[in-house]
């Protein structure tokens, strides 16, 4: 790897600017995290959908029992709905072998503004030293903070500031912007104050804090538990397959 | 003083969102420390100047001998002008009694970008400590970053960072955004590095230290050296006089 930029917000990046780069997309609070869940719980594939519609009409074109349909709207599951976007909810026996129609706002707009990218990867807490290793294969990356509702997120930022953490230790002579190195200070500065507490105060966790959806925060901070990198392709989140 | 938001970039607040605000604007590497020490060496007045042109035409309008003509492009002072962008080249021998017409690009910006703003105030490391008094008697304020040349710049934020940790220790209660907060770990991370060499490694820095303007990233350095609140109003930078 030679060059790690980390933008605040997709839309501090043009997407032209992310051409022939790997960008990895974080919406820790929750749509990676439980796109990381559900894929390690046995979950064919993931179709993100940015509208509520879009996902009901991408359920009609599938057959029945081959699919869940899975999202959430002001933190809540959506009327009709099998699931909404709580990391435990997605277990194998719910999601196993089967495709999951997802809909979340922010995630799925990061991911949309990076489709002129050559790989797009998934990342949250869960799954930062998988990602990490993934990366450490790619000359350009560039993470893309999704943050909540257009504005950017302590949640988000500290857990680029993980993965930049981790490849600065890693490898020597890493070219990183403003924008990493003030991650990588959050991140540590969130460590030293207790991961779980940065993320309840944080714009993503507040909301969540509200709905008493404390167990989902703490899901989303059990850092590396998870060995799965997801990635995003033609309309489609799998699992990275690792290259022997 | 109840609400404080940082915007590590102007662009990422529309200006609307400003009305009834206090702003404060920061372009620490060196804009505003630059226009601090010309008003603490006695310049009666700054006229910031977006274009060099502008700066040209305003200077024409002027009486010989009432002013001078200070900026830079690209780190450098520009033709024909009487002084560049580093701080101890405004002594009270230049430009006391005198109008500085100044021409900055990122900083400029950022105070045009706060027109709508109640108030404008400039701060930069040398005057956190004036700056963080005057806020104290305003309600709402909003810190806005330039950057450099429209990225985000960490020391700009770390900046930012300082007010906000002087506020959140004198203020109970204080509502803070998520950039507030990670500008004032961004602060505290800055200080256990050192802090001219944060500044020497930011973007806003290197292009300094290439130009062997080491000594404006010290003088930038010197922490509340300075008692002067400068204050944008009818397109004029003057020194804000305390209340009694």
Not at 16 to 24: D, E, H, I, K, P
Not at 40 to 47: D, P, Q, S
């Amino acid at each position: 790897m030679e060059s790690l930029q980390v933008h605040f917000l997709s839309r501090l990046v043009e997407p032209a600017a992310l051409r022939g780069s790997t960008c990895v997309i974080i919406d820790v609070l929750r749509a990676t995290t439980t796109i990381a869940f559900a894929l390690e719980a046995g979950a064919k594939e993931v179709i993100p959908c940015l509208e509520v519609d879009d996902a009901r009409r991408c359920a009609a074109s599938l057959n029945a029992g081959t699919f869940m349909l899975g999202g959430e709207r002001g933190g809540k599951k959506i009327d009709g709905f099998d699931l909404g976007n709580s990391p435990d909810e997605y277990t194998p026996q719910l999601v196993g072998g089967k495709t999951l129609v997802f809909t979340t706002t922010n995630g799925t707009r990061a991911m949309l503004h990076a489709g002129e990218a050559d790989t797009i990867l998934l990342a949250a807490l869960v799954n930062v030293e998988a990602v990490t290793r993934a990366l450490l294969r790619h000359a350009k990356v560039d993470i893309l903070c999704a943050g909540t509702d257009g504005e950017i997120s302590r949640d988000d930022v500290l857990t680029a500031g993980a993965i930049v953490d981790q490849l600065l230790g890693a490898v020597e002579g890493l070219k990183v912007n403003d924008e990493a190195e003030i991650a990588a200070d959050e991140w540590r500065a969130a460590t030293a104050y207790g991961l779980v507490e940065c993320l309840r105060v944080s714009r993503g966790g507040r909301n969540l804090v509200e709905l008493g959806l404390d167990n989902d925060i703490r899901a989303a901070a059990e850092l590396s538990r998870l060995d799965v990198v997801p990635i995003f392709k033609n309309s489609r989140i799998t699992r990275l397959v690792a290259a022997s």
